[in-house]
Each structure stands twice: as C-alpha cells, then as structure tokens.
C-alpha cells in the first residue's frame, strides 16, 4: 500500500524567511502528486499537482512554488513568507482516474 | 471553474438524531468523493460515488450521488459522539492529464453526548 511522508509536523517561521516543506511517497511509482492548503476547519484548496518528474501545474497565483526532483519527492517551497501562508499544508498522491486520493498528515505552518 | 457548496457549514445535534449534510455544484464529476478528517490529520477517504443515483452504505452512513452527478449527499442514522469530525466533499475532475479533486468548504459536525 502507498504512504506518504511528510514533515515537519509544525513549523512557526518569521514573515520573510524562505520556506521548504517536503513530501515523499512509498509503494508506488509515477503517482500523480497534490499539494493542498487547509484554512482551520475549512475545505481544502489544491496549490499545485504534478503528473510526473519537473512537471508541475499551479492552480492559483500565490507566493509558493512546487518542485518534482524526483518521481516520489515533492516539494513546496517560498522564498518569502507572508503572514497570509500560514495554514495546514497537505501532500496527496493519485494513482488511477477515479481512485480516492491518500493524503499525508500534514504540516501546520504558522507565519509570525 | 468548479466549486462545490457544502451545507450545513456547522452542524451540532444529539447523540442519537439523525442528519444530512449536502454537496451542491453546477459541474457534473465524474465521481464525488466524501472524507472525514480529524485535527491534525489528513482526511480519509470514506466512500466513492461514481454513477448518477448510486447509493452506498457504510453502517449507519448513506451516501448518495445525484443523477445529474451534480449533487451528493450524507446522511448519518442515530449518529454518535464518535461521528464527530469535518465532513469534505469532493469531486473529481479530469484537467491536462491529471486528476484533480475540488473540495467542499467542509462540514463540521458535532454530536453531543
């Protein structure tokens, strides 16, 4: 079965300092990969997907950027932190059409 | 763009009543997908509803697709203490290659002892 590592499990970082958040999955190969963004005890809105290695697709204007240096890692990254990023940052990796996503545990991040 | 209305947003009743929580949107999906999730956790995945007015039972949980495969709704039968968590929707998209899922705001659902 797949699993998906993420960490850290909380981060607090300074508004301006540069973001790194990573994502990597086990037991499959070639998945499709999500990062979603949760507001508190919100829906979630999908930041970026990526259908394979240095491919990504952003779904909303914002101060992130995601990275696919491998098949199974994938990063989310800022080179400046804006208050308005904080939020639980969650990976998700599909592997069919129609299959249910599997999301890690998430990142809560706090920008002060 | 796809959105989808979920309502209530809150919801609080008592151990032992019934309760529906909808999934509206204009798009039709492919396939509608409801998760609970728990603080601090990913959502897990609960059901999938593919074809226009499936129906599904997870115990005391019914789910149900509209024929349009517009709609969705839950419905929890003498719901109980551990039922409490955040209900997402979420419909399944088809867009350059990729699969994308398009939640619902979430329904947080609180059942009082």
């Known amino acids: 079965s797949q699993t998906i590592h993420q960490w850290p499990a909380t981060l607090v970082q300074p508004v301006g300092s540069p973001l790194s958040l990573e994502c990597t999955v086990e037991g499959t190969s070639n998945p499709n990969l999500y990062w979603y963004r949760q507001a508190a005890g919100r829906g979630l809105q999908l930041l970026f997907y990526s259908v394979g290695i240095g491919q990504i697709s952003s779904e909303v204007p914002q101060n992130l950027s995601a990275s696919r240096p491998q098949d199974r890692q994938f990063i989310l990254s800022s080179k400046k932190l804006l208050l308005s990023d904080s939020g639980f940052y969650l990976c998700?990796?599909?592997?069919?059409?129609?299959?249910?996503?599997?999301f890690g545990n998430g990142t809560r991040l706090t920008v002060t | 763009t796809q959105l989808l209305e979920q309502s209530p947003q809150f919801l609080s009743i008592q151990e032992g009543e019934n309760l529906t929580v909808y999934c509206n949107s204009s798009?039709?999906?492919?396939?509608l997908q409801w998760y609970r999730q728990e603080p601090g956790e990913g959502p897990v995945l609960l059901v999938t509803v593919v074809t226009g007015g499936e129906v599904k039972k997870l115990k005391r949980l019914t789910f149900q697709f509209g024929d349009a495969r517009k709609d969705s709704s839950l419905h929890i039968t003498a719901a109980q203490p551990g039922d409490t968590g955040l209900y997402l929707c979420a419909g399944t998209a088809f867009l350059q290659g990729a699969q994308k899922l398009v939640f619902g705001q979430g329904t947080r659902l609180t059942i009082n002892p």
């Open positions: 998700a990796l599909g592997i069919i059409y129609n299959s249910p996503l599997h």
């Open positions: 798009s039709v999906f492919s396939s």
